[in-house]
Nanobody
Framework: HVQLVESGGGSVQTGGSLRLSCTAV????????IEWYRQAAGMQREWVAS???????HYKDFVKGRFTISRDKAGDTVYLQMNSLKPEDTAMYSC??????????????WGQGTQVTVS
C-alpha cells in the first residue's frame, strides 16, 4: 500500500520549534517534488514550502527565515523544520507529491496531515 505519512506535529508555545516529517511508504519519492501545505480551521488550504526532486527549495513569504525544508539522502523523507512558531502557524499540515519527474502513479498524492498548535 503506497502512501505519504506525516508526523511530528504537536502543541508548542510561541517561539518554539517542531520538525515535521513526510515519509513515502511503499514507494520511492526521490523523483517527486514534495510540497507542504497547511489549513487552519475555517480557512483555505495554503502552500507553505516545496523541495524539488533535484533539491531546490521554495518558501511562502510568511515562513521565510523560520521554516526549512529538506530531504534525507535516500529521498524518501522530507522534513519541515519550523522555528520561531507563532499562533498563526496553527494548522493541519499536509504534504503532497508533485513535479514533472514524479511517476504518474504517485503524482498528486496527499498524506493524512499532522496537527500543529501554537499557543
Amino acid at each position: 500500500h503506497v502512501q505519504l505519512v506525516e508526523s511530528g506535529g504537536g502543541s508548542v508555545q510561541t517561539g518554539g520549534s517542531l520538525r515535521l516529517s513526510c515519509t513515502a511508504v511503499g514507494f520511492t519519492s526521490n523523483n517527486c517534488d514534495i510540497e507542504w501545505y497547511r489549513q487552519a480551521a475555517g480557512m483555505q488550504r495554503e502552500w507553505v514550502a516545496s523541495i524539488r526532486s533535484f533539491g531546490t527549495t521554495h518558501y511562502k513569504d510568511f515562513v521565510k527565515g523560520r521554516f526549512t525544508i529538506s530531504r534525507d539522502k535516500a529521498g524518501d523523507t522530507v522534513y519541515l523544520q519550523m522555528n520561531s512558531l507563532k499562533p498563526e502557524d496553527t494548522a493541519m499540515y499536509s504534504c503532497k507529491t508533485a513535479g514533472p519527474y514524479c511517476s504518474a502513479r504517485y503524482f498528486d498524492m496527499w498524506g493524512q496531515g499532522t496537527q500543529v498548535t501554537v499557543s
